[in-house]
């Protein structure tokens, strides 16, 4: 079974700073989907960045953008220029690629509350 | 169009009393998944349908959760006799599933379920 790791309970930046949130996961699979998702107060989970495992270029959206090592199963978050609306509970998620009954479904880390100060 | 849709958005009831919670997905979505979040934690998977195909139920906790759905649309996830240790939110995500691919959930509001 696949496991997703975030070891940062909590993590804090200065606003237009720049913040890394780290993620480790295991899997014997090699290919897979990696996914963040960002988790306000309002608890809608919303998809921040994708990174597919047979890609070695890592993903970039906008202000946000990932370190993919796929040899030592890392998956870190980089928010550059971070805002106050980027304050929320950060989750790591994976996926497989393999069919078969539980396709799609998501196996998620237990987040890091980031907390961005003015 | 409209985003998934869960009701009630909260609801509080007694311990072993039975509670159905809904879920609307997107028009045309196929798959449907629920979660579970504990308070301060990460998602747990409960239950997958897609389509027509027999669910995968390997995420849920007790024979007290079931859920249905019926075909491709409404979804319901039933806990009987709730326990305190039931309360959490509960998350419902669809997403469009054709040929393999990272399809993205979307994820619902969710129900904080209380159990006093």
């Known amino acids: 079974a696949q496991t997703v790791t975030q070891s940062q309970p909590e993590m804090s930046v200065q606003e237009a700073e720049t913040v890394t949130l780290s993620c480790t996961y295991d899997t014997s699979e090699s290919d897979y989907y990696l996914f963040w998702y960002k988790q306000p107060p309002s608890r809608q989970m919303i998809l921040v960045i994708r990174?597919?495992?047979?890609?070695?270029q890592n993903a970039t959206e906008n202000r946000f953008s990932v370190n993919f090592q796929k040899a030592a199963k890392s998956f870190s978050l980089k928010i550059s220029d971070s805002q106050l609306g980027d304050a929320a509970m950060y989750f790591c998620?994976?996926?497989?690629?393999?069919?078969?009954?539980?396709?799609?479904?998501?196996?998620f880390g237990q987040g890091t509350i980031l907390t961005v100060h003015p | 169009g409209a985003g998934v849709s869960q009701s009630p958005s909260n609801k509080v009831t007694e311990k072993g009393k039975d509670v159905e919670l809904r879920c609307d997905p997107i028009s045309g979505h196929t798959a449907l998944y629920w979660y579970r979040q504990r308070l301060g934690q990460g998602l747990e998977f409960l239950i997958y349908?897609?389509?027509?195909?027999?669910?995968?139920k390997s995420g849920l906790p007790s024979d007290r959760f079931s859920a249905e759905r019926t075909g491709e649309s409404v979804s319901t996830l039933t806990i009987q006799r709730t326990q305190q240790e039931d309360s959490a939110v509960y998350l419902c995500?669809?997403?469009?599933?054709?040929?393999?691919?990272?399809?993205?959930?979307?994820f619902g509001p969710g129900t904080r379920l209380t159990v006093t």
């Open positions: 349908f897609q389509g027509n195909s027999a669910p995968d």
């Open positions: 990174q597919e495992a047979y890609k070695q």
């Open positions: 995500a669809s997403s469009s599933l054709g040929t393999i691919g990272s399809y993205e959930q979307y």
């Open positions: 998620a994976y996926r497989s690629a393999k069919g078969g009954t539980s396709y799609g479904k998501l196996t």
